[in-house]
């Protein structure tokens, strides 16, 4: 069936006003343009595009998560480590308690799997660091398009690993925003194929986790998230010609019934991703794994940028899961 014939709903095109539920700082966010932009992504086969296209967004994100990070530049120390093929950052807050010692977060960077490395994937993680007040791991994993999938998965899965062999899985939470939620999926279920033990909480907000983009909201939010875009061709770049249901590039399709740690997953109700993350949740409820699903009101894809109190309730709530369990 083609997809014009497909049963379906003719909607008016509405204005949709910012609603009074929310707190006058997300009203005002949601007036604002996208900070990131939208469209205007090059051909999948368009390489030198696609180079410069990453170079400027990541340019502007770094700039971005730079100035954010002038608040937290007191509160951390960041180091690094040399993997096989990435660097894996060291966050560590300068009030780790001595009982915290033992304990760690392995972070994955968003940025549509494409921006968001370098010095970013340090600055990104910091305030969840600060926060949690656990050492935290940042992995700038390999992207398109100088290296698409598996790149990234294979550097994530040896971040898991570097951790693995200093600290005991039950002591590992696993944080993922965005493209960096599905990434993350996607390590924890290949760390688990290749017999590793599984980390004792993961948390998962917004994620990317059906590259098919074939979830309901992928409709109903479209134009009305102010973030998100459709990503058609920013897919097909990292995923080169793979299956795109494979679960290593799309989680929502893995079997969760052969083992995955107990999950948080947070999202709004104008985010482009919201039906990955209420399918995500139901798909580790159907396989008895313990979820948790939290979703915020007007918030669309990546929050309000820290503008408002929500933004606070919800990464409160993503701390108090981590430090409850690891």
């Not at 098919?212 to 939010?221: R, V």
């Not at 929502?252 to 083992?259: Q, S």
């Not at 990955?276 to 009101?297: D, F, S």
Request: glycine fraction near 10%.
């Amino acid at each position: 069936m083609d997809e014009g014939d497909a049963p379906g709903l003719v909607v008016p095109a509405r204005r949709i006003p910012a609603p009074k539920s929310v707190s006058p700082e997300a009203q005002a966010m949601l007036a604002r343009p996208s900070p990131f932009g939208q469209g205007g992504e090059p051909d999948p086969d368009d390489k030198a595009a696609w180079e410069r296209h990453a170079a400027e967004r990541n340019a502007g994100l770094t700039q971005m998560l730079a100035a954010r990070f002038e608040a937290e530049k007191d509160a951390v120390t960041i180091g690094q480590h040399q993997l096989s093929n990435a660097v894996l950052y060291e966050i560590t807050p300068k009030d780790l308690a001595p009982p915290d010692e033992h304990r760690t977060i392995l972070y994955v960077h968003g940025g549509g799997f494409t921006v968001g490395g370098g010095v970013a994937a340090a600055y990104s993680a910091a305030g969840l660091a600060a926060a949690a007040r656990l050492r935290t791991f940042s992995i700038d994993y390999r992207m398109p398009p100088g290296s698409p999938f598996p790149a990234g998965l294979d550097d994530s899965v040896e971040a898991y690993w570097f951790l693995l062999k200093r600290y005991a899985p039950q002591h590992i939470g696993v944080y993922g925003p965005s493209a960096g939620g599905g990434l993350a999926a996607s390590c924890l279920l290949r760390a688990r194929d290749l017999g590793l033990a599984m980390p004792a909480a993961c948390v998962l907000h917004s994620p990317e986790a059906d590259l098919t983009e074939s979830g309901d909201t992928f409709e109903t939010n479209l134009g009305v998230d102010g973030v998100l875009g459709r990503l058609t061709k920013s897919i097909a770049l990292y995923a080169d010609g793979h299956d795109l249901r494979d679960p290593y590039l799309s989680p929502l399709f893995g079997d969760f019934t052969k083992g995955f740690p107990p999950t948080l997953l947070t999202s709004g109700t104008r985010d482009l991703f919201l039906s990955n993350t209420v399918r995500m949740h139901r798909a580790l409820l159907r396989a008895g794994i313990p979820a948790e699903l939290h979703v915020w009101e007007a918030m669309g894809h990546g929050g309000f940028f820290g503008a408002a109190p929500e933004d606070r309730e919800m990464f409160l709530e993503q701390v108090r899961f981590l430090r409850e369990r690891l």
